[in-house]
């Protein structure tokens, strides 16, 4: 059974940086793709980024571009969320996602597997 286990969330002030990690685990994959998404209190999950199919690409939300970052280790299928300059606004739980299968990345429906969650809380 797949896994996606996130790490690095927390309160973070107005400013601050965090990394988040999601390692996958439970089986191999011939391809894959991981992105980033969030859910605020009271609102719907929302897309933040995530690589393309082919992996030569990555994608922002409009709201996190230029501030956020996301990379990966593909030894470890292994995805990073580089989170600069938080904002209140920013606060949510974060959620990694994979997907096997070719598909719109901004799509939560697109990705087969997702992790538990992990909270980031930006006090100002």
């Known amino acids: 059974q797949v896994q996606l286990v996130e790490s690095g969330g927390g309160l973070v002030q107005v400013g601050g940086s965090l990394r988040l990690s999601c390692v996958a685990s439970?089986?191999?994959?011939?391809?894959?793709?991981m992105g980033w998404f969030r859910q605020a209190p009271g609102k719907e999950r929302e897309f933040v980024a995530a690589f393309s199919w082919s992996g030569e690409a990555t994608y922002y939300a409009d709201s996190v571009k230029g501030r956020f970052t996301i990379s990966r280790d593909n030894a470890k299928i292994t995805v990073y969320l580089q989170m600069n300059s938080l904002k209140p606004e920013d606060t949510a739980v974060y959620y990694c996602a994979l997907r096997s299968r070719s598909g719109w990345y901004r799509e939560g429906r697109s990705y087969d597997y997702w992790g538990q969650g992990t909270q980031i809380t930006v006090s100002s």
């Open positions: 439970g089986r191999t994959f011939s391809n894959y793709a």
